[in-house]
């Protein structure tokens, strides 16, 4: 997971609560990103942020909001407009220029109840 | 639209076999082809990725096969043990003038028997 940290590793909501997750990297990275997961199924790209004070929706954004203020941290707000909440989210980042891997945190399970 | 489609969902080896997981792809302006392999509760993490430029990359057990002209790629796993029973994701980015994004496979669940 090195070097990226995600918490809550457990995340409980009840309906119509906004909730955020964190993740947090010390590699220096420009880019960071965040996925959602479902059982059984790929990683859906929701936001990604090549640098601080910009992001950009990815595939499924509608739902969600995040910010960029500093270039170590990306927070996720899963807001009550999001359908279906409940899903794995995971956290990434990248170095933009020359590097493509991403490397992902550990994540955070959302269960909505 | 899936971009990257990977087969089989699932595949049970006997330990000291075989795994074989393929995946293809649409977009030619893909040029960096990793692989990820996720235990049950974690992120993944990097297995071992190539290029366009070579038709083979081999790291240990793991090997990557590529295709360019058929646009596909596949992961070998050559003496599978019980310890790489895991999801595989397959995944493609058209690099950093795209601020590297990757578009990922469904996922491979690789159970190897003992």
């Known amino acids: 997971d090195g070097g990226i940290t995600q918490s809550p590793k457990y995340l409980f909501r009840k309906e119509g609560q906004n909730v955020t997750l964190s993740c947090e990297q010390n590699l220096n990275h420009d880019a960071m990103y965040w996925y959602r997961q479902d059982p059984g199924q790929g990683l859906r790209l929701i936001y990604y942020s090549q640098i601080v004070n910009d992001f950009q929706k990815g595939d499924i954004a509608e739902g969600y909001s995040v910010s960029r203020e500093k270039k170590e941290s990306f927070p996720l707000t899963v807001t009550s407009a999001q359908k279906n909440p409940t899903a794995f989210y995971l956290c990434a980042s990248s170095i933009v220029a020359g590097g493509d891997t991403q490397y992902f945190g550990p994540g955070t399970r959302l269960t909505v109840l | ?114």
Not at chain 2, 17 to 38: K, L, M, R, V
Not at chain 2, 43 to 54: E, F, N, Q, W
């Open chain 2, 1 to 114: 639209q899936q971009q990257v489609k990977q087969s089989p969902q699932s595949l049970i080896v006997q330990k000291g076999g075989i795994s074989i997981i393929n995946c293809a792809y649409e977009n030619t302006a893909f040029d960096y082809f990793p692989w990820y392999q996720q235990f049950p509760g974690k992120g993944p993490a990097l297995l071992i990725a190539i290029r366009p430029d070579v038709s083979e990359k081999k790291e240990g057990r793991f090997t990557i096969s590529f295709n360019k002209s058929a646009k596909q790629f596949s992961l070998h796993i050559m003496d599978s043990q019980p310890g790489d029973s895991a999801t595989y994701f397959c995944a493609a980015s058209d690099g950093p003038n795209a601020g590297n994004m990757l578009t990922f496979g469904g996922g491979t669940r690789l159970m190897v028997k003992p």
